[in-house]
């Protein structure tokens, strides 16, 4: 993987939310690490881009920093939603999570979250809102993910909201 903060996504069926939120992950192909959630802050050297599933292979239990968007649902035929959107400025760059009934609703909510950030900073913004979201209709118990990776994290480095 590149410098780039690789936004993967899945959606999986299990038997618990917790089982299906892991098949998401596998599909995502984060599964196998420890995610470490960061605020929604992209560094002014990284940038982002969407990629469907990471392809590096950290060791198994490795730390890995995420922006991680994620619903379950546990009703046959009900969908869920989860999405990520970001902004770019010559500053650094700001990621958004959203998790909803639908897709259509993660992107309103997406949009209003980014056009919220821009206003909280005096930055000097480069170009639109990019989106990510994926949507799942459950067959008895599903999840779905987004996640925006940055790789894996420095020994005792802390992640958090």
Do not use: Q
């Amino acid at each position: 993987m590149s410098d780039d903060i690789a936004v993967v996504w899945g959606h999986g069926e299990a038997g618990t939310p917790l089982s299906a939120f892991d098949a998401a992950l596998a599909g995502a192909g984060i599964h196998n690490y420890n995610l470490v959630t960061y605020s929604s802050v992209v560094p002014p050297e990284r940038s982002v881009s969407k990629v469907g599933r990471v392809e590096a292979e950290y060791g198994v239990g490795t730390s890995v920093g995420v922006v991680l968007a994620e619903a379950e649902a546990t009703r046959p035929d009900e969908t869920v939603a989860a999405g990520l959107g970001w902004i770019r400025a010559r500053e650094g760059g700001v990621l958004m999570e959203s998790s909803a009934a639908s897709a259509a609703a993660v992107r309103a909510d997406l949009r209003e979250k980014l056009a919220d950030a821009r206003r909280l900073r005096d930055w000097e913004w480069d170009g639109d809102a990019e989106l990510a979201v994926h949507e799942h209709t459950v067959d008895r118990t599903g999840a779905v993910v987004v996640a925006a990776v940055y790789g894996p994290v420095a020994h005792g480095a802390v992640g958090g909201r």
